[in-house]
């Protein structure tokens, strides 16, 4: 499956428009990263857990979408969107939701 953040592929037509295609996921953060990334708040740094729950929820975004698309027939989604929410009531749930145009090309 081919993807693309752009509207087209260079040196590939699109034969044909198959509709959009989303794909959601929500996360949970745990305690102990809460803690963890509080101490990286702290004292400066990267906070690794919770850049791996970003990564984990747009890779399983990613193919929840690309399934979809290929139930259509796609072989390529053009046109990709990924949006990412916190949400619950302490935000400690993380949405990551994306969408595209699933095409053959």
């Not at 740094?45 to 259509?72: C, F, P």
């Amino acid at each position: 499956m081919l993807l693309s953040t752009t509207p087209t592929f260079q040196n590939r037509p699109i034969k044909r428009y198959l509709g959009v295609v989303t794909g959601e996921t929500i996360i949970g953060a745990n305690a102990v990263k809460d803690f963890k990334a509080g101490l990286r708040d702290f004292f400066g740094g990267r906070a690794g857990d919770y850049e791996k729950v970003l990564v984990e929820g747009k890779d399983a975004s990613m193919q929840e979408m690309t399934e979809r698309a290929a139930r259509l027939g796609a072989n390529a989604i053009v046109g990709i969107d990924i949006d990412y929410e916190t949400i619950g009531s302490h935000n400690s749930m993380l949405m990551v939701a994306c969408s595209g145009t699933a095409v053959l090309v």
